[in-house]
C-alpha cells in the first residue's frame, strides 16, 4: 500500500509569492493534517481535515489556508510569504477524524524556502 | 506553544548501549505517542501508550507513563548506529469532538558506531 505522497518535495520562491502544497493520504484514511517544522518553533499544528471539512485549526494567520477533496487528498496554500514561512511541511493522514487515538502516518514533507 | 518537553534534548551513546528520553506534558490527556524523525525526513509511530497505561513493550522500545508526574520515557535498549534520529513526544488532547496532536521539542540521539 503506497505512503502519503507530498508534492512537491522541495521549492523555492520570494517574498510575497503564494505557494500550494499537496498531500495524497493513504487510501481510504479520510483524515489530512498539516503541520510546519522549523528549526525555532518545533513541529506546530496548522489544520486538519476530514470528509471535506476543516474540523481542527492552528494558530497561523489567515494567509495560511487548506482544503480536501472528495478523494481525501489536500492541498495547503500560503498566500503573501514571509521569509518565517521557510520550513518544512509536513502532511499525516489517518483513519478517523481528531485521530489521534491512533497513530499518524507521515509524508515526507515540503521543504518550502522563502528568499 | 509545546505540550511536550523532551528531555535531554540531545543524547549521545556508544553502540549497544541503552538510551533514554524523557517527556513532560502540562495539560490531561488522552494518549501519548512516540515518533521517530530522520534527518529532513517524515516522522514514523514508534508506540503509543494509552492514559490508563504505566509501561507498555515493543522490540527494543519501552515506554512508561506516569500520569501524576505528568511525564513519559522512552528507552531504547541495544542502541544501534541506525537509531540515530531524532524523537518526538506527542499528546492528545481532546477538546469538544476535536482532538490535537501536539509535539514535544524533540531529542537528537545520536549512536556511535
Known amino acids: 500500500k503506497a505512503g502519503v505522497t507530498q508534492t512537491p518535495r522541495y521549492l523555492i520562491k520570494t517574498r510575497g509569492q503564494q505557494v500550494t502544497l499537496s498531500c495524497s493520504p493513504i487510501?481510504?484514511?479520510?483524515?489530512v493534517s498539516w503541520y510546519q517544522q522549523t528549526p525555532g518553533q518545533g513541529l506546530q499544528f496548522l489544520f486538519e481535515?476530514?470528509?471535506?471539512?476543516?474540523?481542527n485549526k492552528g494558530n497561523f494567520p489567515g494567509r495560511f489556508s487548506g482544503r480536501q477533496f472528495s478523494n481525501s487528498r489536500s492541498e495547503m496554500n500560503v498566500s503573501t510569504l514571509e521569509l518565517g514561512d521557510s520550513a518544512l511541511y509536513l502532511c499525516?493522514?489517518?483513519?478517523?477524524?481528531?485521530?489521534?487515538?491512533?497513530?499518524?502516518?507521515f509524508g515526507e514533507g515540503s521543504r518550502l524556502t522563502v528568499l | 506553544s509545546q505540550q511536550g518537553e523532551e528531555d535531554p534534548q540531545a543524547l549521545s551513546i556508544q553502540e549497544g548501549e541503552n538510551a533514554t528520553m524523557n517527556c513532560s506534558y502540562k495539560?490531561?490527556?488522552?494518549?501519548l505517542q512516540w515518533y521517530r524523525q530522520n534527518s529532513g525526513r517524515g516522522l514514523v509511530h514508534l508506540i503509543l501508550?494509552?492514559?490508563?497505561?504505566r509501561e507498555k513493550h515493543s522490540g527494543r522500545l519501552r515506554v512508561t507513563l506516569d500520569t501524576s508526574k505528568k511525564s513519559s520515557s522512552l528507552l531504547i535498549t541495544a542502541s544501534r548506529a541506525a537509531d540515530t534520529a531524532s524523537y518526538f513526544c506527542?499528546?492528545?488532547?481532546?477538546?469538544?469532538?476535536?482532538?490535537?496532536?501536539?509535539f514535544g521539542s524533540g531529542t537528537q540521539l545520536t549512536v556511535l558506531p
Open positions: 506527542a499528546t492528545v488532547i481532546s477538546s469538544g469532538s476535536a482532538r490535537q496532536l501536539t
Open positions: 501508550i494509552r492514559s490508563n497505561e
Open positions: 481535515y476530514f470528509s471535506e471539512t476543516q474540523r
Open positions: 487510501s481510504g484514511h479520510r483524515s
Open positions: 495539560t490531561s490527556i488522552n494518549n
Open positions: 499525516a493522514s489517518s483513519w478517523t477524524s481528531g485521530s489521534p487515538a491512533g497513530e499518524l502516518f
